[in-house]
């Protein structure tokens, strides 16, 4: 099984020197190997998938004794994460979702889809995923989302995929999954935050409409941003026609976002993404 | 010599009809014809490029007593405008532009370059093209917008080109001109409104970057969009990065809604644009 | 109920003052108009899209009798398609089929899926479509056609749908359903004909995939273009690689298609494509 | 001075341990590091850019004496390359280059342009650039290009660029400069190779028109592309606006190409690119 190891700590000179001989020592097999310094903040990023058997905590103790003190050192192995999905009454995402699932695509397993409406009951039960329907009237945020973290520490998932979920989570709740909540904006943000962004783009009269997959943080559309898709659009398209024209995108960023995340090529720091896609 | 015919009007059934049928009692050849209706505001656009000789003040009249009161229908020659181009330090834009104007692919005529800066001088000479120099320091914003606009008279244009002028006019200057100054901005509008984009797009971790020509009104980066370019960034690049690669498409967006313009393209209406391209 | 006016004949001065005038003596309300006149050919294409009642074999007598003798006049219904899909062993574009068909997003009711595998029955049977399997092991071409005959002629779709259907249809086969059968193509054709696309294209080293949806005609590859989707690669792809970003495209560029199909927005003359989208 | 690494070699165990410490056992400083291992081929490539002084040709022994034995090793400082343009008629790849060289943006110096027409003369003589005119009327091919070589061993350029230059040049001439020939070829290789592909474009119908920027070599059309660019058309598009539509992107691909080559990005293997852009 091929494993993946990802560093990030202040940037010296030498640090691949010491890491790439670690690994030969080792006598893995590098098979991809990315790094990144963000000269703003001189910091090292650094991901690579090697193949190979060693005693995996004792090179990991090897790595971080040769690294700047304060270093994050993680190995992962390549396999499917679990994930929840959220979704309320669309289902393009959702259904992009299930089938990528359902054919083996996905670099994950679905444990179950909470929605807050029956609308997508019949599309998921067809795969045979579990649906967990949540409703969200006559509760407090507070009791909706105990049931939601009900659900969730039952699965322990990696991820939490928001799939069109109309929803908005409160800070409680998303603190308890850093950078493990996945969500599509259908918007170009930061333009157009909020509710009703087609709308809002008609009304402004744009040409390029957006679609922006995001972790999510305590601001609201705020998040960092994994990935952006756009689409030309013109004055003969009404709001709806940006909304049906926006569906494609969302579909395409959300499936490049998750499939980024789910290979663990993913680095958050502070309210930005590097990407080893 | 071909024309065009604008038409915006309230919409009835039968303009189409009308309109089409006095074209052809006056024997024109219609070369390209494009409508749209805004079903929101109820209300038909309409160009047609025709070929042929005709009265076209007595056409314009038979047009006008058929459509309803409102109506506002102006023909046009299909000829070269002319155009201000205004610059600061960057010459990307102002290159384009010359370089199509030198080789007359751009269906206009350059009467002079403004500027605020000596920068772009020694690349308008070349081109033979008068270079205007009007310092802003050390006057008041309606001493700087006073003789641009004694230039501006001189001249008459029928458009100024703000090839990344860097000053703010003021509405009393653009006032003077309703949808004749068109504007690049170097950001996917509504995205990232007023200076340093690239900074604030960096900052935010865009993965996309844009840029937006418009048409210039009384509110900074909030006028009618006209054409909008997007590229590709990752992490990797900086926001002087981000700056280069912006570039790329400010050329290629204000060089579009240049092309709209000059050609009779665009309707206003409101804060957008009808543009039949 | 919405219809669709089609016309197609030669140019000559005054059609469109004809036809409008014809709807509007008939009462109609035009909803979208778009001609194009074909200069190498001299050709008039109107698609008009318009609400109302009257007596449409009338008002085609009407049209037909004011327009150049040889103009062919077609009024349709806006009404869903009938359709049959194929596939093999591939599953994206049949799965964004049967999920749009699903959701009643797909202007069309399939009525059977046919294959030459059983590898996609699971999930066609999900969505209560009837598969249909016709093998084409020990039979001759037109043996395993006549097969297919059989089933078409049962359910006499207006369109055949070739999702990634491995097999070449025979000219016998083909004419008869002339501009009626699409098929994805896995490149951007004229580029990388036949067998193995991505296997071409990755030996050829080239920087962008594509996807080209078309009508199928006699020859292999060579019929009418519908739509084309391109993406980005780099030498980073392995064949298997681009295969898998084209699906993708290749998923979008059928999916357009089907749209202008179903929407009767195409006119085939020659070998291309006039597409009023 | 930044210095450029380019590494080549069949791929082993190692190879990144043993070039980054040797960069660290020279005190170098690594800016930029990219390493691609290409599968079919087992090969290794890897480019790096580095910051400090050290004995270079030591440097270069130390790394050859670990690598495999045919490795192909080169440090090359950040510099600007000597560069002749070849141009015929058509001015907008020229005035690209010609402008971003006069702005300081190319990271080449343009030694002379060389034309077999006069057309051209007057802009580059703007720009303070040599025109070199070769008629190739009346003379062998043979003559034609002794007269070119003479030029371009005077100057000894790193690269000649082929900016719309219609003569194609023999094996003889090729040969002489490998993978030192950039030429832009208006169409998406492999589709439309020859001459008029605008034309073959229009002709077959399709909807999205490319430009390829690629070495040249024996074969006509048929090197080691570097980049390629597409663009969105429609039945509206004559052969005349697919050329003209073309041309924007001609012009973006060529000047991406000149960029990957003049920072030394580019490895060509076979008749493929590894370009770490």
């Known amino acids: 099984m091929n494993h993946v190891l990802l560093i990030n700590c202040g940037d010296e000179k030498g640090l691949i020197a010491k890491i790439s001989r ?16 963000d000269e703003a903040s001189n910091h090292f990023y650094m991901r690579c998938e090697f193949k190979g058997q060693t005693d995996l905590s004792r090179m990991k103790d090897q790595l971080t004794s ?3 003190r ?20 669309e289902h393009h995402c959702l259904s992009d979702i299930l089938i990528r699932n359902y054919f083996g695509e996905l670099n994950a397993e ?21 649906y967990c329907y949540i409703g969200h009237e006559n509760k407090t ?22 799939a069109k979920f109309m929803r908005i989570l409160s800070p409680r709740f ?13 918007s170009f943000l930061p333009a157009f935050i909020g509710a009703n962004p087609y709308k809002q783009a008609f009304e402004r009269g744009i040409k390029i409409i957006g679609a922006t997959a995001h972790f999510v943080t ?31 995108i969302e579909r395409v960023a959300l499936a490049e976002a998750l499939q980024h995340a789910f290979e663990d090529r993913i680095f958050v720091t ?8």
Do not use: W
């Open 110 to 130: 679905i444990k179950c889809v909470i929605s807050n409406h029956e609308d997508m009951r019949g599309l998921v039960e067809k795969f045979d995923i579990q």
């Open 22 to 37: 670690t690994l030969f020592e080792n006598n893995l097999n590098v098979m991809e190997l990315k790094e990144h310094v």
């Open 218 to 248: 305590d601001n609201l559309d705020e998040g960092p941003i994994i990935t952006q898709k756009t689409n030309q659009v013109d004055h003969s398209f009404s709001a709806d026609d940006m909304k049906h024209s926006g569906r494609e």
């Open 141 to 162: 945020k507070e009791q909706f989302e105990n049931e939601i973290l009900a659900v969730a520490e039952k699965h322990d998932p990696d991820y939490m995929v928001l």
């Open 66 to 68: 040769q690294l700047p």
């Open 270 to 277: 502070g309210n930005k993404t590097v990407i080893f896609g």
């Open 174 to 186: 998303v603190s308890k999954f850093p950078s493990r909540i996945i969500n599509i904006h259908h």
């Open 70 to 89: 304060e270093a994050k050192v993680t190995i992962n192995p390549r396999k499917k994460k679990d994930i929840i999905v959220f979704a309320t009454k």
